[in-house]
């Protein structure tokens, strides 16, 4: 009697076609930064004007700061902030001095950078200011991250 032994398969295929796909999926994302608008700077050569308005969204971590609010910035500092969700409101109604202006968030990185933070990178829109912001002192940290977006700036 012929006992008919089956060739394993090998797994290699299956874990090309997944690194495959991993990869081409990854530049794919809801970033609304493209081409060379989108950068990743080590440097902050974006000049605060003393006087704009932009809208950030403040997520991740276990923070005080978390929500969405629109900010106006007069003389270098926070003249008014809107909370424009419910987390957003808390903030502004219980620790208005939280609100920062998009300079204080460069300094945020800045300090994360020269503490060695696993993460603390900048994205760029196309005309300079940031845009995007996240932070992560340590990766193995629980509950230590910042995001922030900022969108609809205007300076005055």
């Not at 997944?18 to 990854?26: D, I, N």
Request: aromatic share 6%; charged share 25%; net charge negative.
């Amino acid at each position: 009697m012929t006992v008919h032994r089956p060739r394993p398969r090998t797994a290699l295929p299956v874990v090309v076609l997944t690194g495959a796909l991993v990869w081409s999926t990854s530049a794919c994302g809801d970033d609304a930064l493209t081409g060379s608008a989108r950068q990743e700077s080590t440097v902050n050569t974006w000049k605060e004007p003393s006087s704009y308005s932009y809208t950030l969204e403040s997520s991740a971590g276990e923070r005080s700061l978390i929500g969405t609010f629109r900010i106006t910035v007069r003389d270098g500092k926070v003249s008014e902030a809107v909370g424009l969700d419910d987390s957003g409101r808390r903030v502004v109604k219980g620790m208005p001095d939280e609100v920062p202006t998009i300079g204080a968030l460069l300094e945020q990185v800045d300090r994360a950078r020269r503490d060695h933070a696993d993460t603390a990178e900048v994205a760029y829109a196309a005309d300079g200011h940031p845009a995007r912001i996240s932070l992560d002192p340590d990766e193995n940290a629980i509950d230590d991250e910042a995001r922030y977006v900022i969108s609809a700036y205007r300076p005055a």
